[in-house]
């Protein structure tokens, strides 16, 4: 009963350095989102995808790049780290059908960049 | 754009009594929905509470009830009969309803701190 899973938890970068996170989901959702939360900033999406093959930007696109080419992961890129890009990063899945459903998270992973 | 306020960084509560947590929000949509995630130190977002914008009925889930405003664009969460495990951060969210065009994308406010005292 997995969800949504997101690798790596916990990852240490130093600027320029490039990396990407993975988030799976089992649940067969149609949508896709990757967040980022910061404190007193809430969660802020960064980039969402609405189908396997498509991505499209949200309000904090700068910096990062998305894939889906399969359903089930929707993968979030760095390729040169920046140290305000150091936060925690969600990705969350929703079914198509579900006007105004529920979004289901990963754990979040936590990024520092140095 | 949508934007969502939690104008209460922070909140303490003793257990078993009830609290409130505000939100407002300022769209000039009129179909959306409004939600309350729980965040609680095991960094999980669980939803805790959903409400319907076109529903004038507040929503509520067991010791959880919303207060919704719509015309003063309002949206609060009461706790009743606080208990220990209900220490986390507390998010309001707005998701526009665009006829299935939106793509469930939410909108969040800053977060509020909720601890339990015992």
């Known amino acids: 009963n997995a969800g949504v899973t997101q690798t790596p938890k916990f990852r240490v970068l130093k600027t320029g350095q490039s990396m990407t996170l993975l988030c799976a989901q089992d649940?067969?959702?149609?949508?896709m989102y990757w967040y980022r939360q910061d404190p007193g900033m809430g969660l802020r999406l960064i980039h969402y995808s609405v189908g396997e093959g498509t991505t499209a930007k949200g309000e904090v696109p700068d910096g990062y790049n998305v894939s889906r080419l399969k359903k089930q992961n929707f993968l979030l890129g760095l390729e040169s780290a920046a140290p305000s890009q150091t936060s925690v990063y969600f990705c969350?899945?929703?079914?198509?059908?579900?006007?105004?459903?529920?979004?289901?998270f990963g754990e979040g992973s936590r990024l520092t960049v140095l | 754009a949508q934007t969502v306020t939690q104008s209460q960084p922070e909140m303490s509560v003793q257990e078993a009594e009830t609290v409130t947590l505000s939100c407002t929000y300022d769209?000039?949509?009129?179909?959306?929905?409004l939600f309350w995630y729980k965040q609680p130190p095991s960094r999980q977002m669980i939803l805790v509470i959903r409400?319907?914008?076109?529903?004038?009925q507040n929503a509520t889930e067991n010791r959880f009830s919303v207060n919704f405003q719509k015309a003063a664009k309002s949206f609060s969460l009461k706790i009743s009969d606080s208990q220990l495990g209900d220490t986390a951060m507390y998010f309001c969210a707005f998701m526009y309803d665009a006829g299935g065009t939106s793509y469930g994308k939410l909108t969040f406010g800053q977060g509020t701190i909720l601890t339990v005292h015992p």
């Open positions: 409400q319907e914008a076109y529903k004038q």
């Open positions: 969350a899945s929703s079914h198509l059908a579900a006007r105004g459903g529920e979004l289901f």
């Open positions: 769209t000039s949509e009129s179909n959306y929905y």
């Open positions: 649940m067969n959702h149609e949508y």
